[in-house]
């Protein structure tokens, strides 16, 4: 079936460096997506979303970019800093009012070096 | 703490008991969400409500699993005569559903270690 995978499971950065995690998904009809983070022992934690008909969208220290021509989505963090080390996931949504059934991908992991 | 709420934080059991986990979502968020999440996944789709309606379950929700959201507000997650299977992290989220653009919030949910 169509899911949402990962590119790399683990990135190290080095602290103050910008980072970024690639998504890639196969459902083409995909039209919401959610980058997560998520810390040991927590829920995931919202970060940014984008809808389909946008290609950019930038939040604090965040910019998600989606391309659907090659159905590939990334998150890009900003001077990263020891905070942001965590399990970071894509998901993917089809459903007229979002949300309805999120795709999760595995996650990957980023470790930001002091 | 006004986020989503779950108790226990968790839960050990052994093999064949039932077990009920609660979820309390953020007060005016009309929808809520059941995910499992087992080491190293990501979590995965079970139910979800619009108010107190059940509107869409996960072929992974056996018959063994059955949740309920009484009053559109606290929702309950049971599980009857657990497998070994069962062990996950289970995740309870919320959204306000007004518009496209609704994220879910998550609880820090309720671990399940099945013996």
């Known amino acids: 079936g169509e899911s949402v995978g990962l590119h790399l499971p683990t990135l190290s950065v080095q602290e103050g460096d910008n980072s970024i995690i690639n998504c890639a998904y196969s459902?083409?009809?995909?039209?919401?997506f959610i980058w997560y983070k998520q810390e040991s022992g927590k829920g995931p934690q919202f970060i940014i979303d984008i809808r389909s008909n946008m290609d950019k969208r930038q939040g604090q220290r965040v910019t998600v970019l989606l391309n659907k021509t090659v159905k590939h989505l990334s998150l890009q963090i900003a001077a990263t800093q020891p905070g942001d080390s965590a399990v970071y996931f894509c998901?993917?949504?089809?459903?007229?009012?979002?949300?309805?059934?999120?795709?999760f991908g595995t996650g990957t992991r980023l470790t930001i070096i002091p | 703490d006004t986020g989503v709420s779950q108790d226990p934080r968790h839960k050990i059991t052994k093999r064949g008991q039932n077990v009920t986990f609660r979820c309390d979502p953020i007060?005016?968020?009309?929808?809520l969400y059941w995910y499992r999440q087992t080491l190293g996944q990501g979590p995965e789709f079970l139910t979800y409500f619009q108010n107190e309606a059940q509107l869409e379950k996960s072929r992974l929700l056996s018959d063994r699993f059955s949740a309920e959201r009484p009053k559109g507000s606290f929702s309950t997650l049971e599980i009857q005569r657990t497998e070994q299977g069962d062990s996950a992290m289970y995740l309870c989220?919320?959204?306000?559903?007004?518009?496209?653009?609704?994220?879910?919030?998550f609880g820090n949910g309720t671990r399940l270690t099945v013996t």
């Open positions: 459902n083409s009809a995909s039209d919401y």
């Open positions: 989220a919320s959204s306000l559903v007004r518009g496209f653009n609704s994220p879910l919030h």
């Open positions: 007060s005016e968020h009309n929808r």
């Open positions: 998901a993917e949504n089809v459903g007229n009012f979002g949300n309805e059934k999120l795709t």
